[in-house]
Nanobody, 123 residues
Framework: QVQLVESGGGLVQAGGSLRLSCAAA????????MGWFRQAPGKEREFVAA????????AYADSVKGRFTISRDNAKNTVYLQINSLKSEETAVYYC????????????????WGQGTQVTVSS
């Protein structure tokens, strides 16, 4: 079992930045690939970024490449998502997730989910 708690969301103007954090409880954090997803009102949950257990491999949705950066600190059992140049259409609840395996962009591929953190981008 892995318990995940996101933080760092909030209200930001378009073009602004945020850093989201996801703290994990569990002794084998570095064996889990971690992902960030988001879900806007009335839309399906979508992939944003993922990182391997070691941090050596990352993957991004095309829409966020060059603006978002995923990273992890295994000593702190924490994964981060640096978000820059936010757009109003990126208002959503952002979730982190963990899977016992390699990096994946599939929602169904993740075993554990946090409760999410709200990001609201004002135009």
């Amino acid at each position: 079992q892995v318990q995940l708690v996101e933080s760092g969301g909030g209200l930001v103007q378009a073009g602004g930045s945020l850093r989201l954090s996801c703290a994990a409880a569990g002794r084998t954090f570095n064996t889990y690939a971690m992902g960030w997803f988001r879900q806007a009102p009335g839309k399906e949950r979508e992939f944003v970024a993922a990182i391997s257990g070691s941090g050596g491999r990352t993957a991004y949705a095309d829409s966020v490449k060059g603006r978002f950066t995923i990273s992890r600190d295994n000593a702190k059992n924490t994964v981060y998502l640096q978000i820059n140049s936010l757009k109003s259409e990126e208002t959503a609840v952002y979730y982190c997730a963990a899977r016992d395996g390699s990096v994946s962009a599939e929602v169904a591929g993740y075993d554990f989910w946090g409760q999410g953190t709200q990001v609201t981008v004002s135009s």
